[in-house]
Each structure stands twice: as structure tokens, then as C-alpha cells.
């Protein structure tokens, strides 16, 4: 649905250029949702912008549904934004038209009927849900229902995908879960490709199929969702990770076991597992079976996209044969077994 192919984009800065985006390469398929995050200055917006071609890269293609929106002229290309929706942190609503003004107004610009208009807004009104609120101006609803007016005037189009720029960064964690919700049904019942930005692993795990790690401009990492939170490879995933898994221990478990591996025996050892291992008891029976004691510092239980997941970080002692045997058996049962050499 969405493919980028070595796309670059600079810009002239202050202090010379800047490469906002280094050679992406980067393929959606019809359906996803998507997600991209990175740090604050990584490139997510000048992707997103990049992909409906608001920000023209300086290298590189850009095809959406099939066209190839860097080979057309204002005409076309104005035609086939049509396709692609967007919605953003700070909603960007029109403070003097109501909900219902709102979510019509790319439907006026087009041109359409005031007919037409009403039965094509009613119910994307419903979808929002947002019935109750449709004569009210944006002043007058909360944040979360404002970001449901962006979506609702997005779909109005009738687009093939969704480009969220930050969509849920202005809301609290439960009005951002509502928001996700909402974005995971219109996935699921319109068949729309979502692409998600964000600063937040939270949103991540909550909606997204696949993720892409920007970093300085370049995707340093990509994958499925269970997969990068069970393997992260770069130091960068990892920092953003910390958000939602235990990657860290807290400090005074950090000062303890600092303490006791100077004096004491033992491998300090980061456990992940994801959908069998976590319904079966493989850590106890790895614990008798190779006669270890085991100290869990630190953990969590979890679910992603439906199934478990979960992070310890243990401190595992016993015979140095049996530890080796014992690592070798959790591996063999599906358990990502990681040595946290120092605290
Ligand atoms: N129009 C522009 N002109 C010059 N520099 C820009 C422009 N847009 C973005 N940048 C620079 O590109 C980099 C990436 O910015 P941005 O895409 O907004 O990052 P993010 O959304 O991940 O925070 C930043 O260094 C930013 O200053
Ligand atoms: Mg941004």
C-alpha cells in the first residue's frame, strides 16, 4: 500500500544542511497498522509529511496505492491525497464551525452537495461517536473528543490510509487507549492501512502489527511488534522500550545485586518470553530440573496484540554446569535468554 524507496530529505538549516531523512526504505502492506517511532528531532513528522508528499523528499520514490506520487503533477497529486488521511497532536479543528462544520469542511472544499454532505458526515459522526456533541464547538468538548472530530473529518474523504502524526501525545494514557480503540476499528471494519507515529512504546504495544525504529533520520530497526519487544537490537529501541518493559532494574535492586555479585556467586539474567513459555511453568521446572536458586529482581507480566509477553530480570545461581544446562533448556523452550553483565 505504501512504499518509500531510498528516500532522503534535507533541509537547509541555520548551521548548513540537515538530513531529516537518510535513504528510507520502508514497505506498509494494505491493512497495517503501522508504527513509527523515534526521539524527539528523529525525522517521524517529515516521514509522515513525507509520504503525502506535503514535504517533497530531495531523493527517492513515494508510492501509495499504486501510484507513484513523486512522478505526478499538482493536478494528480492533489487527486490522490484524497486517498490519504491525516490527523495530528494538536487537532488542528476550526474553532468557529461545530463538529459537524468540522468534519465537513474537506467535503465543501471538494465541491460536493449540502445532500450529499449530510449523509456522508452522519455517519462517520456515529463511527466517533460523537451524536450527542454535533452542534458543539471545539471549546466546548474535551481532548479526546476533538482528536475523534480529526478522525471523523480524515475519513470524510473516504481514504485508503491514515497518517497519524502523534495523534494521542496532548491526551491522558485512558483517553489515549480510547483513541487507539477507535483507530483499531476502523482498521479492523474499514479495511484502512494506518500508519502510526509516536514517541510512546506504549502506543506501540497497544495497536500497532509492525513497528520501524527511527533514529537520526534512518530506520535503524524493524519488525514485528512481539518480536522487537522480545529481541531489541538497538541501544535506541531499547531506551524507548524502557517505557513499557523492565529493562532496567530499579536503583536499590541495582545497588543490592552490585553488592552481591562483587562477593557472591551467581548470573544476573534478562528472561523474555512470549505466548507458550508464559502459560507454562518452564522457569520452575528449569529451577528443579538443574537444582538453581533463583532470585527474581524485577519483571513483568504483560499482553500484546493479544498474546503474553513478559520480562524478569533474575538472579540465577547454582552449579556452573547445571546454570549452562539450565540456560540451554529455557532457550530450547522459546525463552530469549540475555546475560546483564554489569547493573
Ligand atoms: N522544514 C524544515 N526546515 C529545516 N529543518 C527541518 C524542517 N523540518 C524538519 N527539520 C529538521 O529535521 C529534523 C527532524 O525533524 P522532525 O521530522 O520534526 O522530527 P520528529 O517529528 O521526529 O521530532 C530536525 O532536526 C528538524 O529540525
Ligand atoms: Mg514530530
Redesign the pocket.
Known sequence: MIELRNVSQR???PHGW?D?LHDIDLTIAAGEIFGII?R????????VRTINLLARPTAGEVVVAGRTLTGLSPGPLREARREIGMIFQHFNLLSSRTVFGNIALPLELAGIKRQAIEAAVMPLIELVGLSAQRDRYPAQISGGQKQRVGIARALASRPKVLLSDEATSALDPETTRSILDLLKQINRELGLTIVLITHQMEVIKQVCDRVAV?DAGRIVEAGGVIDVFLRPRHDVTRALLGDVIAHELPGAVKARVAKHLETGAGQLLRLAFAGGSVDRPVLSEAIRRYALDVNILHGQIDEIQGRAFGSLAVLADGEPQQLDAALAFLREQGVIVEALSHV
Open positions: 533541509f537547509a538549516g540537515v531529516a523515534g524527539s528531532g528523529a525525522g517521524k513528522s517529515t516521514l527511527l
